[in-house]
């Protein structure tokens, strides 16, 4: 299911960038990104806490918290620009053309409200329905997000909920006045594994039946790579490497992605240890010069020490790195990163 | 539920009846009735015949007995000072206390919590730093001086209020209320200020925080990305979700609200039960205070008692563990 390119995409993401004023200085946590969404389509963010795909996400939805700021760029839903609208349209969008999922379902209901009133009131605050007919569609959605015994669980309450329901129920929140896009934010990160499975088929299937376009945001490669039809890498606040999600899995053009990929342990093959990515990212206040990812890549030369690489062609996907670089002035070239 | 209520009752009960001890205590060990109702030149066997009648020669359990099962029927004696039943003179004086006291917590609930939720919600805004500021006035000058700056001003420099007294009350049945005439409300205004403010103050910090808190919630930033309105958010998922600490601290300030009235009601010669229990203190006149213990125990413990039911109200998590489980947070 990837993405037409022919078609106008859903999302528009262009040069965006967030910064935290600090009293030390401006942070700028997410630097120049660019991205489409197509209609329909699952585009996984996958990157370490600390990375900005968090931040990129609540910069969509518009709920950046202060003080952090979109400094730049530019966000279009359906060809019409949302980073700048004002407060009152955007929370019109919100809910309505995109829907949010956050990480902790525990945390994510009001306690003190029924499900169901929580449900009508989202309803009832985007579509034009009666009380009853807001009820029924209430019902309908937790029927369709798989909550056993709908009409008589719709008047409990959230503490009644184990967490994979109450995820379900968030879902179906989300799903009240059937978005275009829905920012689902580390939606199973807090949940058992086997609850997490679940919840990501549910959210496949819900999007594929309402033909509802995602950005998973993730630090679970395994996620991605069973749900997603692309996916972003970001690192230090920057996209690392984009593209369809098979090629970034199987054959990773960013050095950093190769060795994200590399400390996946897989199923019957004996690894007596995990490859890891030596060091760790750097903070905010220390981006090195040149590419972000420097001191830790095996593969760096003379230019990445001094220039930032943007987004280049690498096969099937774009990739942040000198290596593809078709002039050919950076690191000695390696097969295995440059063949497709 | 019902398991619930009836267990607070039995608490109730006992908590009264160790109440009824210290009041009953008072007889005992606060001088000699005898020698504050009769006057000096009174015969030794006078005094014997008095002290027969009224029963002070019975053992101390039989008093206390007698005691408890009297003020359970209303009957707290006669007063040493008026030698008037001393039911009717908290009957008299009681509606006075409480009009005053309803009026001050009128005043602290339905400015405290607007103002509470305003600086909550806009932390860094001017008027909230003021709020903030002022409220910290509020929150450490002693009552008495309030009320004395507050007659000061309004009453002495400026007329406009009257510095003492109820002003004209229209009798209902035995109750006297002040709601009923233009003087009675201008008597009320600068009595309840006073009352008020300090509870005012704290309501106004206590929402505030609770506010902040509850703003950072998860559940309000999902909120917020279900497009809610603003209004929605605010008073519907925010406010509710601080009502379980501020009602406990506006149940527990309006026992304390109509118990320590006591200051006001002696500032502006408020004719209270207040006014009453310092009165009775200056005579000795046990009955009275015993009473007035009584009375303020039971406050107390009906206050308490309605607190815990709206916790029910407010919060589904207790409804269904049965009311063992406490408010544990968040």
Redesign the interface.
Same mark, same amino acid.
């Given at each position: 299911m990837a993405a037409a390119s022919n078609n106008p995409p859903l999302l528009e993401v262009k040069n965006l960038r967030v910064e935290f004023p600090t009293r030390r200085g401006t942070l700028l946590a997410v630097d120049d990104v660019s991205f489409d969404i197509a209609p329909g389509e699952v585009l996984g963010v996958v990157g370490e806490s600390g990375a900005g795909k968090s931040l990129t996400g609540n910069a969509i939805?518009g709920?950046l918290e202060p003080p952090g700021r979109i400094a730049g760029g530019e966000v279009k839903l359906e060809g019409r620009r949302i980073d700048n609208l004002p407060y009152e349209e955007m929370?019109?969008?919100?809910?309505?053309r995109i829907?949010?999922i956050?990480q902790?379902p525990l945390?994510?209901?009001?306690?003190?409200?029924?499900i169901g009133r929580q449900l009508i009131?989202?309803i009832q605050?985007?579509l034009p329905l009666s009380g009853a007919q807001a009820r029924k569609r209430a019902l309908d959605l937790l029927k369709e997000v798989g909550i056993p015994g709908a009409e008589s669980r719709i008047d409990h309450?959230p503490?009644?909920f184990s967490g994979g329901m109450r995820q379900r129920v968030?879902i179906a929140?989300?799903l009240?006045?059937d978005p275009r896009l829905i920012v689902a934010d580390e939606p199973t990160t807090a949940l058992d594994v086997s609850i997490q499975a679940q919840i990501i088929a549910l959210l496949k299937k819900l999007c594929r039946e309402h033909q509802t376009a995602v950005m998973l945001v993730t630090h679970d490669m395994g996620v991605i790579a069973e749900t997603a039809d692309r996916v972003a890498v970001m690192y230090a606040g920057r996209i690392a490497e984009i593209g369809p999600v098979r090629d970034v899995v199987k054959h990773a053009k960013h050095p950093y992605t190769k060795g994200l990929m590399g400390s996946i342990p897989s199923l019957g093959v004996r690894h007596d240890k995990l490859t890891q990515i030596d060091g760790a990212m750097p903070r905010l206040t220390e981006i090195p010069p040149g590419c972000a990812f420097n001191p830790r890549c095996t593969f760096r030369g003379q230019r990445c020490m001094v220039e930032r690489p943007n987004l280049m062609s690498a096969g099937a996907s774009r990739a942040a790195c000198w290596l593809h670089d078709r002039g050919g002035v950076g690191a000695p070239v390696t097969k295995e990163l440059v063949d497709a | 539920m019902i398991a619930f209520i009836l267990r607070r009752m039995l608490q109730s009960i006992a908590v009264l009846l160790a109440v009824g001890l210290v009041a009953f205590s008072l007889f005992r060990y606060v001088g000699d009735p005898i020698n504050a109702m009769v006057g000096q030149d009174t015969s030794m066997e006078d005094r014997a015949l008095l002290r027969e009648k009224l029963g002070l020669n019975d053992s101390p359990p039989v008093q206390f007995l007698r005691f408890i099962v009297n003020a359970a029927r209303g009957n707290f004696g006669l007063s040493y000072r008026t030698s008037e039943p001393v039911g009717r003179l908290i009957a008299e004086r009681i509606p006075a206390t409480l009009e005053l006291s309803f009026c001050a917590a009128a005043f602290a609930l339905f400015i405290g919590i607007p103002m509470g939720v305003y600086t909550g919600l806009y932390p860094r805004h001017w008027s909230s730093r003021l709020f903030q500021a002022v409220s910290l006035i509020g929150i450490s000058l002693p009552t008495f001086l309030i009320g004395i700056l507050l007659i000061l001003i309004f009453a002495v420099s400026l007329h406009w209020l009257p510095s003492f007294g109820r002003g004209e009350t229209v009798q209902i049945g035995w109750w006297t209320t002040n709601f009923l005439t233009i003087s009675g409300l201008k008597a009320l205004i600068l009595p309840s200020i006073t009352l008020g403010l300090f509870q005012l103050t704290l309501l106004m910090r206590l929402v505030r925080s609770e506010m902040l808190e509850v703003m950072r $919630?998860?559940?309000i930033?999902?909120?917020?990305?279900?497009?809610? $309105?603003?209004r929605?958010i605010n008073f519907?998922?925010a406010l509710?979700?601080t009502l379980v600490p501020v009602i406990t601290v506006t149940g527990l300030q309006l026992g304390s609200l109509i118990a320590f009235a006591i200051v006001t009601e002696t500032v502006f010669a408020w004719p209270g039960i207040g006014q009453l229990f310092i009165q009775s203190v200056q005579f000795s006149d046990i009955p009275v205070m015993a009473a007035y213990l009584l009375l303020i125990g039971l406050l107390f413990v009906v206050i308490n008692l309605v607190v815990d039911l709206l916790y029910f109200v407010?919060?589904?998590?207790l409804r269904?563990q049965g009311g063992a489980a406490r408010v544990s947070g968040?």
């Open positions: 939805i709920l929370r019109k969008v919100r809910g309505a829907g949010a956050f902790d945390t994510s209901l009001n306690p003190l409200y029924s009131e989202t605050t985007h309450y503490h009644q968030v929140l989300a009240c006045a | $919630t998860d559940y930033k999902f909120a917020r990305a279900r497009g809610l $309105t603003n929605a519907g998922h509710k979700n407010v919060d589904p998590r269904s968040h």
